[in-house]
């Protein structure tokens, strides 16, 4: 079975581990966060950092988030550098696929060990 937008997520994941294993762990999310930019510039995708977010309950906007990197307008990037990813990093990037048009979302850790989640929220449940 293949996954909506495996080839790009299977990339960025490539990019991460090259990131990941040229500065290790240690760095604050930033560091990782314009590395990354680097390196998918330097691969002919398109990365907008701090790409906004509008959360809108009742046609009125309650919110506005920034993540940290939207690939080829399709795959929310979000970058952590700690011990360990936690459930509540995971409902932040859900939070993100449901308040936006974007499908698939990578969830990427540079701790002192690397960790990758992927999460999909299908425009249609939304």
């Keep these: 079975m ?5 080839e790009l997520t299977r990339h ?8 990941y294993n040229s500065l290790g762990y240690g760095f604050l ?9 680097i ?7 398109d ?4 790409a906004p977010i509008k959360v809108v309950y ?12 939207l690939v080829e307008d399709c795959v929310i990037v979000e970058i952590k550098a700690v011990k360990s990813l936690l459930k509540e990093h995971e409902a932040q990037l859900l939070n993100y696929l449901k308040a ?6 990578l969830l990427l ?5 690397p960790q990758i989640s992927r999460k999909i929220f299908d425009n249609h449940r939304k």
């Design 29 to 37: 999310e930033k560091v990782y966060e314009n590395a990354l930019a």
């Design 58 to 69: 009742n046609r009125q906007i309650v919110g506005e988030y920034y993540i940290d990197l």
């Design 109 to 113: 850790n540079f701790g002192p060990k």
């Design 47 to 50: 990365a907008k950092p701090q």
């Design 2 to 6: 293949a996954y909506k937008h495996e």
């Design 100 to 105: 936006s048009r974007m499908e698939v979302g």
């Design 12 to 19: 960025i994941i490539e990019l991460f581990y090259k990131v």
């Design 39 to 45: 390196e998918f510039k330097n691969s002919g995708l």
